[in-house]
């Protein structure tokens, strides 16, 4: 079953405007991760924030994790062009090895 | 080096055709993953190796095979394939997965696979 459910499924902003994607899970986590994916290629990881942090930053990115809500956010400030792709958050739960991944947030930075 | 290589690239079949996919990793990592993705859909979990043994077999059908010859590579061998497998095929390694950061996965750029 799905672990995470981003929101918004779709995301057009401007170039420079911040980005803001969340998302939510179901079960207890160990850490939750974030990963880009540019079109039709491979996902990248961006970060990795652990169940026992709130927040964490790494140049313009900045996730934050309420485990009491079972959410987390990514944000990427000063978006570029760049940055169009869809965004996945994945959870790492009590089973080794295996991450759920959401259904993904598109982003689409404008010129 | 954290480079995932996966080939072919493209990958065109007829049902009744066997290929195989192939990845490679060079980082010492100890787990490697199977994905399958359709557009515009997250990635779903097929296999994991963990030092060269099968430990994940997410009840994926017998027409995929998966092979760990050595802890570098990883292969998926496809036989009799369905119109509905065609997809994205990912592959990703990590340095192991015991809830950690180590379960931190990298992916190659994947396989294409259509079958006619």
């Known amino acids: 079953s799905q672990q995470g459910e981003e929101d918004p499924q779709a995301l057009s902003i401007q170039e420079g405007e911040n980005a803001t994607m969340n998302c939510s899970y179901k079960?207890?986590?160990?850490?939750l991760q974030w990963y880009r994916q540019n079109s039709g290629r491979g996902l990248v990881h961006l970060i990795l924030?652990?169940?026992?942090?709130r927040e964490k930053h790494s140049g313009r990115l900045r996730v934050t994790l309420d485990t009491s809500k079972k959410s987390s956010s990514l944000l990427i400030t000063a978006s570029r062009a760049a940055d169009t792709a869809s965004y996945f958050c994945a959870t790492e739960g009590g089973s080794n090895y295996k991450l759920t991944f959401g259904k993904g947030t598109l982003l689409t930075v404008n010129p | 080096d954290t480079e995932v290589t996966q080939t072919p690239k493209h990958l065109v079949m007829g049902m009744t055709n066997k290929k195989s996919l192939k990845c490679e990793q060079h980082m010492g990592h100890r787990a490697m993953y199977w994905y399958k993705q359709k557009a515009k859909k997250p990635p779903e979990l097929m296999f994991v190796?963990?030092?060269?043994?099968?430990?994940i077999n997410e009840s994926v059908p017998s027409r995929f095979s998966p092979e760990c010859p050595n802890s570098s590579l990883l292969n998926l061998h496809l036989h009799a394939l369905q119109p509905e497998d065609s997809a994205l095929y990912l592959c990703?390694?990590?340095?192991?997965?015991?809830?950690?950061?180590?379960?931190?996965?990298?992916f190659g750029a994947g396989t294409r696979l259509s079958v006619l």
């Open positions: 924030i652990r169940s026992n942090e």
């Open positions: 990703a390694s990590s340095q192991e997965g015991a809830g950690a950061a180590k379960n931190i996965q990298y």
């Open positions: 079960t207890s986590i160990n850490n």
């Open positions: 190796y963990s030092y060269e043994k099968l430990s």
